[in-house]
């Protein structure tokens, strides 16, 4: 995790006190594809948390031990998942594939952009989580606490 702050510092800039790479314009499709490689080393090659929803949705569903009583709110809460997945994934692609724009006040618009939907996503997150975790057991809430989304939202 220190390489890639390291090395997001040095892009950015902010370490050398040059404008880097981030700065001048030249976050491109390669180097999104490099970073991408780097996060996937630093989470043992597990890709990224969209790709592997459905088995993240399984897995906590099983060691929450959500019961027939809970698999309304469970189920409003896995679909909230998985539609952060999806808009996770829209941008990502959007990202990866040369979409970015290329102008600074573009890329500004994107930017807030992508932290509209961010909040969005809490929000529908928060929605669903909170029914879910009213209906828990006070051992189920206590791994719910644990395993369960944090700021990012999504896994």
């Known amino acids: ?9 040095g892009m950015s800039g902010q ?12 976050m491109g499709p390669g180097m999104m594809s490099m970073m991408r490689q780097m996060m996937m080393g630093q989470q043992g090659g597990m890709g990224l948390p969209f790709e592997h929803v459905e088995g993240r949705i399984a897995f906590l569903k099983a060691e929450l031990k959500i019961a027939d009583a809970q698999a309304p709110q469970w189920n409003a809460f896995a679909d909230s998942l998985r539609a952060n997945a999806k808009a996770h994934q829209a941008m990502h692609e959007q990202m990866t594939k040369g979409g970015m724009p ?19 996503a809490l929000k529908a997150l928060e929605s669903a989580a909170k029914p879910l975790y009213a209906v828990l057991t006070d051992e189920q809430r206590t791994l719910a606490d644990r395993l369960l989304p944090g700021p990012m939202g999504m896994m």
């Open 1 to 9: 995790m220190f390489r890639m702050r390291s090395m997001m510092g």
């Open 102 to 120: 290329t102008s600074w006040p573009d890329r500004l618009a994107f930017q807030q952009k992508a932290l509209a939907t961010r909040l969005d």
């Open 15 to 26: 370490q050398d006190g040059q404008a880097g790479m981030m700065g001048s314009g030249m």
